[in-house]
C-alpha cells in the first residue's frame, strides 16, 4: 500500500466548475497535510495547509481534513484554466514529508 | 519564506560520470531536503541533511550514490554518482519554512539526462 494515494486522472472540468481533488493516507500518526500545485516543467508550490480535522478555506480553494478516514480533499470553486496543472497531495510526519504521485486537474475553457 | 537557488537548472550526462548539483538558501536553515522526480512520477525524499551530521537517506538510497555535503547552514550539495539512464530525473533541493510545520519551499530544481 502507498504510503499517500491519489487519483492520478486526469480530471477534466469545465471553466468556472468546482474541481474536487482527493487523497488518501495510511500513517495515521501523520500531523500535517498539504497540497502543492506543480505546472509543467516547474517545481511544486504550496497551496494549502491543514492541520486540524475539518475544512480550512483560503479564496477560492477549500481544503478538508478527516483524520479518523486518513483521508484529505482539495476543492478549487470557480475553476480557472490558470488552475490546470498536476496537484500533488502531501503529508507530514517527524522531519519527513511525503507525497501522493499527483492529480492532473484540467480546466476547459 | 526562503529563497533557493539550485545549479544547474538542467544537464545532459555521459553513463558512468558524476554530477554534483548546488542549492544555495538565503536564510540559515536546520535542514535541507533532496527529492527526485522521475518522469512523470511524483516526488520521493532522498536524503534529509543537517548541517554539521551526517545525512539521513531514505530507503533505497545510499551515500556511496547520493554523497552530500552540507557545510553550512545556508548550502547544500548532492552528488548524483556512477550515472546511468536510470538516474534520468528532476532533483529538488527544499528547505522548510513558512507559516507552519513541516511546510516546504523547494528550488526550481535541477533535470539531469543521462545518455
Known amino acids: 500500500q502507498k504510503e499517500v494515494e491519489q487519483n492520478s486522472g486526469p480530471l477534466s472540468v469545465p471553466e468556472g466548475a468546482i474541481a474536487s481533488l482527493n487523497c488518501t493516507y495510511s500513517?495515521?500518526?501523520?500531523?500535517?497535510f498539504f497540497w502543492y500545485r506543480q505546472y509543467s516543467g516547474k517545481s511544486p508550490e504550496l497551496i494549502m495547509s491543514?492541520?486540524?480535522?475539518g475544512d480550512k478555506e483560503d479564496g477560492r480553494f477549500t481544503a478538508q481534513l478527516n483524520k479518523a478516514s486518513q483521508y484529505v480533499s482539495l476543492l478549487i470553486r470557480d475553476s480557472q484554466p490558470s488552475d490546470s496543472a498536476t496537484y500533488l497531495c502531501?503529508?507530514?510526519?517527524?522531519?519527513?514529508?511525503?507525497f501522493g504521485t499527483g492529480t492532473k486537474l484540467q480546466v476547459i475553457p | 519564506s526562503a529563497v533557493i537557488s539550485q545549479k544547474p537548472s538542467r544537464d545532459i550526462c555521459q553513463r558512468g560520470t558524476s554530477l554534483t548539483i548546488q542549492c544555495q538558501v538565503d536564510?540559515?536553515?536546520?535542514?535541507m531536503f533532496w527529492y527526485r522526480q522521475q518522469p512523470g512520477q511524483s516526488l520521493t525524499l532522498i536524503a534529509t541533511?543537517?548541517?554539521?551530521?551526517?545525512?539521513?537517506?531514505e530507503s533505497g538510497f545510499v551515500i556511496d550514490k547520493f554523497p552530500i555535503s552540507r557545510p553550512n547552514l545556508t548550502f547544500s550539495t548532492l552528488t548524483v554518482s556512477n550515472m546511468s539512464p536510470e538516474d534520468s530525473s528532476i532533483y529538488l533541493c527544499?528547505?522548510?519554512?513558512?507559516?507552519?510545520?513541516?511546510?516546504?519551499?523547494f528550488g526550481a530544481g535541477s533535470r539531469l539526462t543521462v545518455l
Open positions: 536564510s540559515q536553515v536546520t535542514m
Open positions: 500513517d495515521r500518526g501523520s500531523q500535517s
Open positions: 491543514i492541520y486540524s480535522n
Open positions: 502531501a503529508v507530514g510526519g517527524y522531519q519527513k514529508v511525503t
Open positions: 527544499s528547505v522548510e519554512g513558512g507559516t507552519g510545520a513541516n511546510v516546504l519551499t
Open positions: 541533511a543537517n548541517q554539521g551530521s551526517e545525512a539521513t537517506y
